[in-house]
């Protein structure tokens, strides 16, 4: 639901205002008074909006219907009383000013609503810097993210906020591939919880030292979400951790990001320094709300995903700021091999939401045995030869490597093999 949704729908009723009603009275000012600086409220700016007020009802619950009302009441008088109505709304947050996680928390929103767009505007940095002089506090950063350089490794982040999707074995083959062919390749883990690729990556190493079979092991390292008790000191470390591990691989030809099957800020992190997002999917109007949600009555796309919705504003993001462009496939693990009705209906959505999204589909990976077998010994399809298996099984492991072979390509093929979807 959009934030104008959230406006009509009055989602939450009767929760009650949190019990730190200044703090986000505060969040809201603040947001009104960068939003206000630049005419009418941008898509970006209503989604990041969104984003904002999503964090706030979940650290605590409270009626987001008066929550929206008040900054629209904000915008609204700010807009209607000039000068007098930014004072007002910066006598609001003046109330935190005595609190440093408060303070921090609104200068967080600031410096999200003044870089929603790209690039922070003057006016928009004039706003933060009065919302920071309000607060005694130093002005944050407005530079942009840093985006993919040329020259630099190729980043290639596996992405999806559903789990069981087949995120790790796509990880697992891109790296090992890439690194079968001779290319320097990195991965990088920031799936804490499951750490699927950390743990192939142990057992091709052991298998390579014990066997002397001399695979190609890729570098890598591996990122644990933060545990500190403030969410902006964790993200902090996260940042810089991730920061950290960047920098050192960066001399590497590619970088592989698999990340957890939720949302997190370090799935975001990875997402914004990414060249190529591949988001792997089921064959199934079950686990296809990983992208959209479906009407499986009708079999009909009722609206975008969180995550669809976050790939697509990077993507927006960058080509208002001028970036390297983002490459976004989405590819279908567990096709059925027969032609159903199920295979028919399914392609026709995903091929809707490719040309609304801006990503094009792919092939994925078939169910096999084989995938299980090989994970304990650290080797994947590019690892064997036809002779490392029964007579009866190569016409199957030669299936198998052609699809391994063509996913890989398709990863790795240059950005201007994009659709005229993704053009458009």
Request: proline fraction near 3%; glycine fraction near 8%.
């Given at each position: 639901?959009?934030?104008?949704?959230?406006?009509?729908?009055?989602?939450?009723?009767?929760?009650?205002?949190?019990?730190?009603?200044?703090?986000?009275?505060?969040?809201?000012?603040?947001?009104?008074?960068?939003?206000?600086?630049?005419?009418?409220?941008?898509?970006?700016?209503?989604?990041?909006?969104d984003q904002i007020l999503d964090?706030?009802?979940?650290?605590?619950?409270?009626?987001?219907?008066?929550?929206?009302?008040?900054?629209?009441?904000?915008?609204?008088?700010?807009?209607?009383?000039?000068?007098?109505?930014?004072?007002?709304?910066?006598?609001?947050?003046?109330?935190?000013?005595?609190?440093?996680?408060?303070v921090a928390l609104v200068l967080?929103?600031?410096?999200?609503?003044?870089?929603?767009?790209?690039?922070?505007?003057?006016?928009?940095?004039?706003?933060?810097?009065?919302?920071?002089?309000?607060?005694?506090?130093?002005?944050?950063?407005?530079?942009?993210?840093?985006?993919?350089?040329?020259?630099?490794?190729?980043?290639?982040?596996?992405?999806?906020?559903?789990?069981?999707?087949?995120?790790?074995?796509?990880?697992?083959?891109?790296?090992?591939?890439?690194?079968?062919?001779?290319?320097?390749?990195?991965?990088?883990?920031?799936?804490?919880?499951?750490?699927?690729?950390?743990?192939?990556?142990?057992?091709?190493?052991?298998?390579?030292?014990?066997?002397?079979?001399?695979?190609?092991?890729?570098?890598?390292?591996?990122?644990?979400?933060?545990?500190?008790?403030?969410?902006?000191?964790?993200?902090?470390?996260?940042?810089?951790?991730?920061?950290?591990?960047?920098?050192?691989?960066?001399?590497?030809?590619?970088?592989?990001?698999?990340?957890?099957?939720?949302?997190?800020?370090?799935?975001?992190?990875?997402?914004?320094?990414?060249?190529?997002?591949?988001?792997?999917?089921?064959?199934?109007?079950?686990?296809?709300?990983?992208?959209?949600?479906?009407?499986?009555?009708?079999?009909?796309?009722?609206?975008?995903?969180?995550?669809?919705?976050?790939?697509?504003?990077?993507?927006?993001?960058?080509?208002?700021?001028?970036?390297?462009?983002?490459?976004?496939?989405?590819?279908?693990?567990?096709?059925?091999?027969?032609?159903?009705?199920?295979?028919?209906?399914?392609?026709?959505?995903?091929?809707?939401?490719?040309?609304?999204?801006?990503?094009?589909?792919?092939?994925?990976?078939?169910?096999?045995?084989?995938?299980?077998?090989?994970?304990?010994?650290?080797?994947?399809?590019?690892?064997?030869?036809?002779?490392?298996?029964?007579?009866?099984?190569?016409?199957?492991?030669?299936?198998?490597?052609?699809?391994?072979?063509?996913?890989?390509?398709?990863?790795?093929?240059?950005?201007?093999?994009?659709?005229?979807?993704?053009?458009?």
């Open positions: 639901m959009t934030f104008l949704g959230k406006l009509a729908g009055g989602v939450l009723r009767g929760q009650g205002w949190p019990r730190s009603t200044p703090l986000l009275r505060g969040c809201l000012s603040a947001a009104a008074l960068v939003a206000s600086v630049d005419g009418t409220l941008s898509l970006a700016k209503r989604n990041r909006l964090e706030l009802s979940g650290a605590q619950s409270f009626d987001l219907h008066r929550a929206v009302e008040f900054f629209e009441s904000e915008l609204g008088r700010i807009r209607a009383d000039g000068r007098a109505g930014r004072s007002a709304a910066l006598g609001n947050l003046q109330k935190t000013a005595g609190d440093e996680g408060a967080r929103v600031a410096q999200a609503i003044a870089l929603a767009d790209g690039a922070a505007s003057p006016h928009a940095k004039s706003a933060v810097g009065d919302i920071a002089a309000a607060l005694s506090a130093p002005a944050p950063d407005l530079s942009q993210a840093a985006a993919p350089q040329s020259g630099a490794a190729r980043v290639i982040v596996i992405g999806n906020e559903k789990g069981g999707t087949g995120k790790s074995t796509a990880a697992i083959h891109i790296a090992t591939g890439l690194a079968v062919q001779g290319k320097a390749v990195a991965c990088l883990d920031l799936d804490g919880r499951q750490a699927t690729l950390s743990r192939f990556l142990q057992y091709r190493s052991a298998s390579g030292n014990a066997l002397s079979a001399g695979l190609a092991v890729p570098r890598y390292r591996r990122i644990e979400p933060s545990a500190a008790p403030e969410r902006a000191q964790g993200e902090q470390e996260e940042r810089s951790l991730f920061e950290a591990a960047m920098t050192e691989l960066r001399a590497c030809e590619a970088i592989v990001i698999d990340t957890p099957g939720y949302n997190s800020h370090l799935a975001r992190l990875a997402h914004a320094r990414a060249n190529v997002v591949v988001t792997p999917i089921n064959d199934s109007f079950i686990d296809i709300d990983a992208l959209a949600d479906i009407d499986r009555e009708r079999h009909e796309v009722r609206a975008p995903s969180n995550y669809c919705r976050m790939v697509w504003q990077e993507k927006e993001d960058r080509a208002l700021r001028g970036g390297a462009a983002l490459d976004w496939i989405v590819t279908r693990n567990r096709v059925g091999q027969l032609d159903s009705r199920n295979t028919r209906e399914m392609a026709a959505l995903l091929d809707v939401l490719a040309r609304r999204m801006g990503f094009h589909l792919e092939p994925g990976f078939s169910e096999r045995v084989v995938f299980r077998e090989l994970f304990f010994r650290g080797m994947t399809l590019f690892d064997l030869a036809e002779e490392d298996v029964a007579r009866s099984g190569r016409a199957s492991l030669k299936r198998a490597k052609s699809e391994a072979a063509s996913f890989l390509a398709a990863v790795t093929a240059p950005a201007d093999h994009n659709t005229k979807a993704q053009r458009d």
